[in-house]
């Protein structure tokens, strides 16, 4: 087969996911945006022929009536279908007198949004590390007032600063950026404040919180491993993306003595109506 012939095999084949696309998204983009958003990797192709550099600034779409602004050749869109195509927060819906939702890992805000109409009465604290992601997640955030607070900053176990490590999967992988300890050389430029559960809580200005959503890529070892009895039983709701089994053993050990309903939904693992168990009374997780 000729180059030019699978070239334009190859942009046909585009144009069919372009067309796809616009018919998914439309209803919640508007058909506009999403033949804007959509048309984009057709034009990268374009412009890779013509040995042009595309522009790769966000592009706005709606969603809930209000703009957000989603990055062109990242993560940003898988994310936007975990959340709100594939609906992976859905099973916090039935949680009742939501006020105050704890987003840490927040990314762009996608999932803070899905919160914050999903809780019209609700508050969000979105925390994260990544300078990029935080700016995104202002931007997106910003139609909702008071309601939302945007920290940039990493969950830790104690507060102090931390470094960020890019994803290892590429710089396009921006909901995979994690953080580690502070070590002497680090640049200032790629370290940030680090936070735990008490001192957030403390910048939202509660003492309880409702929802605790964690996706911080195996930071979750450090924040269960360290004392979490000092925080976990002003949690009421835990939705959490495991890493791996390691990350699996520590939050579960720091469960322990809870009770709690137990599911799960895509990557994420639900720890639902937390309640404390008193010393006589031994632990009874039901599974949905």
């Known amino acids: 087969m000729g180059i030019v012939l699978k070239k334009a095999i190859g942009f046909l084949r585009l144009l069919k996911r372009w067309y796809s696309g616009v018919r998914e998204d439309g209803p919640s983009f508007g058909y506009w945006n999403a033949l804007r958003w ?54 916090v819906d039935a949680v009742n007198d939501v006020k105050f939702v704890l987003d840490c890992g927040a990314n762009i805000g996608l999932a803070s949004i899905y919160f914050l109409n999903r809780f019209p009465a609700a508050t969000v604290l979105a925390v994260e590390p990544d300078p990029d992601n935080a700016s995104m997640c202002r931007r997106n955030l910003l139609a909702y007032g008071s309601r939302a607070k945007v920290l940039q ?30 070590r002497h050389g680090d640049p200032e430029e790629a370290t940030v404040d680090a936070f735990d559960v008490p001192a957030l809580m403390a910048y939202g200005g509660v003492d309880q919180v409702d929802i605790l959503k964690l996706d911080i890529e195996r930071s979750e070892i450090v924040l269960f491993s360290s004392s979490p009895e000092l925080w976990l039983p002003r949690v009421r709701n835990l939705v959490i993306e495991l890493h791996d089994e390691e990350c699996s053993r520590a939050y579960f050990s720091a469960l322990k003595r809870y009770d709690y309903h137990l599911s799960s939904r895509g990557d994420l693992t639900y720890c639902l109506n937390l309640r404390e168990l008193s010393p006589a009374r031994p632990q009874k997780t039901t599974v949905q």
């Open 153 to 182: 900053g990493g969950v830790w176990s104690n507060c102090g600063r931390l470094a960020v490590v890019p994803s290892e999967f590429g710089p396009g992988q921006k909901c995979g950026m994690q953080v580690r300890q502070f």
């Open 38 to 91: 959509h048309a984009s990797p057709v034009w990268y192709q374009i412009c890779y022929y013509i040995k042009v550099t595309p522009d790769l600034n966000p592009i706005s779409v709606q969603l809930y009536g209000k703009p957000v602004w989603l990055r062109p050749q990242t993560s940003d869109y898988r994310v936007y279908q975990q959340v709100f195509r594939d609906e992976e927060y859905g099973n």
